[in-house]
C-alpha cells in the first residue's frame, strides 16, 4: 500500500519532535544545577513606623537552580546604644524566585543594618 504525502508529513513532524524530546533531556541531564543561593536586600526607603516598634522590607531572592527550605534570616544593628538582632524564617523559596519579608526593630537603628542568611535546608 502507498502512502500519501500526509503520513509522509506526519511521519517526519514525528521524527523530528522525537529526536528534539531526546536532544534536549540528554542537554538537560549533562548541565549541572547550581545549589541554592538564597541573597538578602533590605529596602531601606520603604521603612515605616508603626506601635510595635521601626520595620523594614528585605527582598530575599534565590538565585540557585534548587529550592531551599527553612531560610533563617538575621538582621542586626545598634538600637538606642545596644545591639537588637532580629530574625526571620522562611519556609520554602523555589528556584529564581523571590520573597519580601519584614525585619523589626524596637526602635530606627542608629547603626547600619547588617543583613545575614544564617542558614537553610536543601529539600
Known amino acids: ?5 500526509l503520513e509522509w508529513l506526519v511521519l517526519g513532524l514525528s521524527v523530528v519532535a522525537i529526536g528534539g524530546l531526546v536532544a534536549f533531556l540528554f542537554l538537560d541531564g549533562l548541565s549541572e544545577e547550581t545549589p541554592p543561593s ?8 520603604k521603612a515605616h513606623t508603626s506601635d510595635l516598634g521601626w520595620y523594614a522590607p528585605v527582598t530575599v531572592t534565590n538565585q540557585g537552580d534548587e529550592a531551599a527550605e ?7 544593628a545598634d538600637v538606642d546604644g545596644s545591639e537588637e538582632v532580629s530574625e526571620v524564617d ?23 543594618i547588617q543583613l545575614r542568611i544564617v542558614g537553610f535546608r536543601l529539600p
Not at 500500500?1 to 504525502?5: F, L, P, S, T, V
Not at 538564597?38 to 526607603?45: K, N, R, Y
Not at 522562611?90 to 519579608?101: F, H, N, R, S
Not at 523589626?104 to 542608629?110: I, R
Open 1 to 5: 500500500m502507498k502512502r500519501n504525502w
Open 38 to 45: 538564597p541573597v538578602a536586600e533590605i529596602h531601606l526607603e
Open 70 to 76: 527553612a531560610i533563617v534570616l538575621e538582621a542586626s
Open 90 to 112: 522562611i519556609d520554602y523559596l523555589p528556584a529564581g524566585t523571590d520573597v519580601e519579608v519584614e525585619i523589626g526593630f524596637s526602635a530606627e537603628p542608629d547603626s547600619e
